[in-house]
Nanobody
């Protein structure tokens, strides 16, 4: 079992930056595909970024060039650096872990952290 805890959310002005963290416990996430999702009120959950064991990353067009996902396996932690934030980025951000060879999203979710972009 993997437990995930997100942190780093908050209120930021448009154009600002935030860095989210996802700390894992219970098992090493070194071989897991890690991902960030977000869900805004009234909208479906949306994939924001993924990172594989080898460090390969994927971003949808909506965040490409602004968001950067990284992992620090020694700390069992994944990060999401968000720059150039827009009001449309307002959502609850969730960390997800998928075991190798299983589908996406994986079985393990954090509780989420709120990101609000507003003046």
């Amino acid at each position: 079992q993997v437990q995930l805890v997100e942190s780093g959310g908050g209120l930021v002005q448009p154009g600002g930056s935030l860095r989210l963290s996802c700390a894992a416990s219970g098992s090493s996430i070194e071989t897991y595909v890690m991902a960030w999702y977000r869900q805004a009120p009234g909208k479906q959950r949306e994939l924001v970024a993924t990172i594989t064991m080898g460090g390969n990353t994927y971003y949808p067009m909506s965040v490409s060039g602004r968001f950067t996902v990284s992992r620090e396996d020694a700390k069992n932690t994944v990060y999401l650096q968000m720059n150039g934030l827009k009001p449309d980025d307002t959502a609850v951000y969730y960390c997800n872990a998928a075991r190798p060879g299983t589908g996406y999203p994986g079985d393990y979710w954090g509780q989420g952290t709120q990101v609000t972009v507003s003046t």
